[in-house]
């Protein structure tokens, strides 16, 4: 079974661009080879890769030790040449590789933590689910901490429910059939009602949190719901969902550990800002 789409957080952003910068450095490199360059400056050239990989790893401090560092390595490289005819004819030379180098480190490294420092600022405020546009896992745990919070001070009442299901369908096929009980569940939603999409090890997850809704609504709303996703031209098979429903303060405990299993998600889904 293909697996869910994942997030392009800053971990999976990093190891994108450093795969891009090895395949363009290395392209460089492999063609100053095939032009017969200099040796030295083939190699000096490819000394910027571990610039590239040390500021993505480390951020600006390592990006200045590995600028540093490919100076004095293209320095020892040099240093035959400028043993058998004077240092004189290289000085310009050794000059702009390690400017040149020191620069790449240093501004590399700025813009890769300023680079760290949007996503997962981003990441922290991110309520949208990028599969289908729905709410989140992070959302849900804010909505019913709210919903609980309500209910506590207006002795107000909330539910709910849940199904889920490890969908058979592959590829673009499963991300068109996720979208479309996504719009499906929307459809049949109140205005109040917020609707949440997650996965869990594979599993797909929708979520609904109905405002002053008791068990017996939330019962007939579930109930409705499944009906509804059965009968729609996308249908999976009846019965093919698993449903939950609970409701604050009947289900207290229940409601807990939905929220631990969302928060399970949430690390998951934001490992830079895991803490909610």
């Known amino acids: 079974m293909a697996a869910p789409m994942k997030r392009l957080n800053y971990e999976r952003t990093r190891w994108l661009l450093l795969l891009a910068g090895l395949v363009i450095l290395g392209g460089i490199a492999a063609i100053m080879f095939a032009r017969r360059v200099d040796p030295v400056e083939v190699a000096a050239t490819i000394l910027f890769l571990p610039i590239f990989m040390s500021f993505l790893m480390f951020g600006l401090r390592g990006g200045v030790i590995a600028g540093v560092l490919a100076s004095l390595a293209y320095l020892y490289l040099r240093y035959p040449a400028i043993d058998a005819v004077g240092a004189d004819r290289f000085v310009g030379l050794l000059v702009t590789r390690t400017v040149g180098y020191l620069s790449f480190g240093a501004a590399g490294g700025w813009a ?3 680079l760290k420092t949007s996503i997962t600022k981003l990441d922290l405020y991110d309520h949208i689910d990028s599969e289908t546009g ?34 058979a369908a592959t590829g673009k096929a499963r ?4 979208k479309e009980i996504a719009a499906s569940i929307r459809a049949g939603a109140r205005t109040v009602d917020q609707v949440v999409h997650a996965t869990d090890d594979g599993v797909d997850i929708f979520s609904v949190v109905l405002p002053e809704t008791g068990p017996e609504g939330s019962a007939i709303f579930a109930t409705k719901l499944t009906q509804q996703i059965d009968e729609a031209p996308f249908s999976i098979g009846p019965g093919s969902w698993t449903t939950k429903t609970v409701t604050f303060p009947n289900d207290e405990t229940e409601v807990d550990q939905l929220v631990a299993r969302f928060r399970s998600i949430v690390k998951a889904d934001f490992p830079e800002t895991a803490t909610v």
Do not use: G, H
């Not at 901490?145 to 429910?161: G, H, P, T």
């Open 112 to 114: 890769s933590s300023v």
């Open 134 to 167: 729905l709410y989140n896992s992070r959302y849900l745990i804010d909505t019913i901490d709210l919903e609980k919070s309500r209910a506590v001070r207006y002795e107000k009442i909330f539910s709910v429910v849940t199904i889920e299901q490890r969908l």
């Open 175 to 178: 991300v068109r059939l996720v």
